[in-house]
Antibody, heavy 114, light 109 residues
Framework: QVQLQESGPGLVKPSETLSLTCTVSGGSVSSDNSYWSWIRRPPGKGLEWIGYIYSIGSTNYNPSLKSRVTISLDTSKNQFSLKLSSVTAADTAVYYC??????WGQGTLVTVSS | QTVVTQEPSLTVSPGGTVTLTCASSTGAVTSGYYPNWFQQKPGQAPRALIYNTNKKHSWTPARFSGSLLGGKAALTLSGVQPEDEAEYHCLLWYGGAWVFGGGTKLTVL
């Protein structure tokens, strides 16, 4: 069974870059016929799709975040990563990684504050 | 900007049946939107229930079913259990981009 685990700093300063990594076990980010997603949930709000990357490396991003988002693969470590630049308090959220939409990580809270 | 709309809250009695819906600001929801449904309880990650309108995952209880109803995607719970109290999210595909609905808080009372 596929398992995913998010990791990264829980506190990021405004205007800096948020960086998170998702480690995958029980599956392969390079050979699964699937894609790998990032989703977030700000406090008191609903889920928001951030973007995804296919195993071949092509990406799709939420148009509202596209100018600030980069998702990449590290096949040697069986991981994929999220970078979100120029963060503000509005980017405070629980961030989830997922395989497509079926298997999800437990989520990690990232707070943007000085 | 595309908006996906769900009922903010619904209440159902144990053993009852309830239908949650998911509407698109672009018009009628069809199978081409590949509707997904998720259940989320406080402090937990979302759990996938339904994909491609009505397909169940291996772990999805039989009492959950997905369909298209009146131009919307729908999730029906039949024989509701107390443990079904949760927030339910729908997700629609817009040709390369996914959009979540605002979520429905289901109370079992």
């Amino acid at each position: 069974q596929v398992q995913l685990q998010e990791s990264g700093p829980g506190l990021v300063k405004p205007s800096e870059t948020l960086s998170l990594t998702c480690t995958v076990s029980g599956g392969s980010v390079s050979s699964d016929n699937s894609y790998w997603s990032w989703i977030r949930r700000p406090p008191g709000k609903g889920l928001e799709w951030i973007g995804y990357i296919y195993s071949i490396g092509s990406t799709n991003y939420n148009p509202s975040l596209k100018s600030r988002v980069t998702i990449s693969l590290d096949t040697s470590k069986n991981q994929f990563s999220l970078k979100l630049s120029s963060v503000t308090a509005a980017d405070t959220a629980v961030y989830y990684c997922a395989r497509a939409t079926d298997y999800w990580g437990q989520g990690t809270l990232v707070t943007v504050s000085s | 900007q595309t908006v996906v709309t769900q009922e903010p809250s619904l209440t159902v009695s144990p053993g009852g049946t309830v239908t949650l819906t998911c509407a698109s600001s672009t018009g009628a929801v069809t199978s081409g939107y590949y509707p997904n449904w998720f259940q989320q309880k406080p402090g937990q990650a979302p759990r996938a229930l339904i994909y491609n309108t009505n397909k169940k995952h291996s772990w999805t209880p039989a009492r959950f079913s997905g369909s298209l109803l009146g131009g919307k995607a729908a999730l029906t719970l039949s024989g509701v259990q107390p443990e079904d109290e949760a927030e339910y999210h729908c997700l629609l595909w817009y040709g390369g981009a996914w959009v979540f609905g605002g979520g429905t808080k289901l109370t079992v009372l």
